[in-house]
């Protein structure tokens, strides 16, 4: 396994975060242009504000990255809702060249030991090695979600009781 996580820091972290989403975004060609600069605006957003809100839900941040030395390669963030208790994994994106080398599994297990469990998530069931890696990772299909005219999956995972 190569990366050590960090969690993530806005004054560090920003520009190399947003040029891995687009970066990998653009690769994996789901979303039309002008979708993926609104996807990239809320991004930028979320990361420099930290927290926000959804129908009077308040929801804050977490994120962390997953550096080579310097050089950020991946990252998480997920949005931790305060009345529903649970949180939504919006983004998990490993650089191309690290991908299957484990940084996907160390960012999920920072996601899931430091998150309100349910984790929920949305990914496009075009996107069939994202599906494995989530259902590798416990993560069970629970529902449909369309957007862009495409339908996406979307995933649920639940600590186990002890």
């Not at 190399?16 to 605006?41: G, H, S």
């Not at 991004?43 to 959804?54: M, P, Q, R, S, Y």
């Not at 550096?67 to 983004?91: H, M, P, Q």
């Amino acid at each position: 396994m190569v990366g050590q996580i960090r969690k993530y820091n806005k004054s560090i972290h920003l520009n190399q975060v947003l040029d891995i989403f687009k970066t990998e975004e653009k690769l994996l060609c789901l979303v039309p242009d002008d979708a993926l600069q609104k996807q990239l605006d809320d991004l930028k957003n979320n990361l420099l504000n930290g927290k926000g809100e959804d129908n009077n839900n308040e929801w804050s941040i977490k994120a962390w990255v997953i550096v080579e030395g310097d050089v950020v390669i991946g990252f998480a963030l997920a949005r931790e809702y305060n009345l529903l208790k649970n949180t939504k994994l919006n983004c998990l994106y490993i650089l191309k060249h690290y991908k299957g080398k484990g940084c996907g599994t160390k960012l999920m297990k920072q996601v899931k030991q430091n998150c309100k469990s349910p984790i929920s998530l949305v990914v496009s069931e075009e996107n069939k090695i994202a599906v494995d890696f989530y259902n590798k990772h416990e993560f069970l299909f629970t529902g449909y979600w369309v957007e862009h005219d495409r339908k996406y999956l979307v995933m649920t995972w639940h600590k186990a009781k002890s």
